[in-house]
């Protein structure tokens, strides 16, 4: 049961990517929901739970758009790994501020890996950072509206 | 169980590799295919729900600036219905010039309309997916239009839909024309992160303004003279520079797209 309910989630949350979140752009950002699921099954979750969301939501992002094929799937598994690793440092992402820093970092490492997919050149331009940084605002949002109770399971790493 | 989670992980992420690896090597036509096909239907439903939403929130935002608006649509009708008049009257002369030298028409083209499924889930690329493909006689490098404006240009076709590489995505290269002030200059075209257009590698002898409308010049590549790319918003020069730049602003806002014109042969 717990299993049909991260693949629902998963496919939820990759099928709102690719289409009603691709089309309500903000000043030409993306929301980018699925590194929040991803996140929140690294808070609430487990690890494998987390990494079974970014590969499902990743294929699905992969297959809709036509950039680098496997670039989104791979940047969320690392996203994933990340998470993992935080977490098991000892910083407890339940706790709001940490929640919303974490996501704020891990939408810099989504960013970095797709801005340099396009040529490290861009990284330079200021049109680059404003779309880093309306980016990590908007994750950041969209988190708060994460709860505890959909994503809740066993807490095994 | 530290171990047997640990060997649960490496074999999901060994899965998830070796799928995208696949992917990557273009092994996955036909399951990418059937997901399409699957949700294609609901993914459209939701884009053209999210469209909507979008439009809507433009009409309320744009409400504030509807006097100054009108004024300046005013001007641009005027110096529309001019342009018409003396565009009627060169395509006459064209015409006669063409039967007097025996050249062909340039016509035989034909529009495909398609409905856009969806479109690039990420902030840093351009792309839709339309709902024509190569069983719609589409293929890679035809032009893709809505009122006028070059929307992009056809980059991935399968049998059923196709992926669209938009003008505002960063890879994206068109060269272009600067329709209005007659100096005819042209420059490379590209798209930028985030939206909007870069006009680059203009000579800088040749005058620019603000407002100026810029075409496709027609030369290189598919795309034929005459699709509007958008208007300058604003011209860069340097003292001791040979080129000059310029930001265009234009029409085409990717979430707001649902229906689109191929302009197939």
Redesign the interface.
Known sequence: MRQLRIISIALLAG???????????V????P?L?VVVVVCFTIWG???EA??T??IA?????????????L???SL?LIS?VSVMVRQLGVDGQILPIRIALVAGVSVLW?LL??A???LG?IA?A??W??MGL?IIINCLLVLLCTERIFRGPR?? | ??NA??R??MI??T???A???F??LGR?GAV?ST??VI?SP??????S???G??SELGVVGSARNLASDNAKLRKENADLRSALASASAGSTELAAIRKELGLRELSGKRLVPADVI????????S?I?INRGSSDGLAPGMAVVVDGTLVGTV??VSSLTS?V?VT?D??FKVTGQVLAGGSGATGTVRG?????LLMEKIPQDLKISVGDTVITSGLGGNIVKGYSLGTVQLVARADNGVFQSARLSTPV????LQTVFVVAN
């Not at chain 1, 000043?27 to 993306?30: D, Y």
């Not at chain 2, 969806?118 to 690329?125: A, E, I, K, L």
């Open positions: 099928l709102l990517q690719v289409s009603l979140l691709g089309a309500l752009r000043e030409g950002v993306v980018n699925v487990s690890a494998s990494m079974v970014a590969i990743g294929l699905m992002m992969d297959v809709a758009g036509a950039g680098t094929f496997g989104a799937t791979s598994v790994l960013s797709h801005v997919s396009i040529g861009a331009l049109a680059t404003r779309v980016e095994t790493v | 169980m530290r989670s640990q649960r992980i999901i992420a899965v998830g590799f799928v995208v690896i992917g990557g996955l990418g997901v399409g949700f609901l993914a459209r439903s939701l884009h729900f999210g469209a939403i979008a969806s479109t690039q889930p990420d902030s840093y690329r792309f997916t980059n991935q992926k590489l505002t960063p890879t930028s992160i985030g939206g909007g806002q990717i979430g707001r």
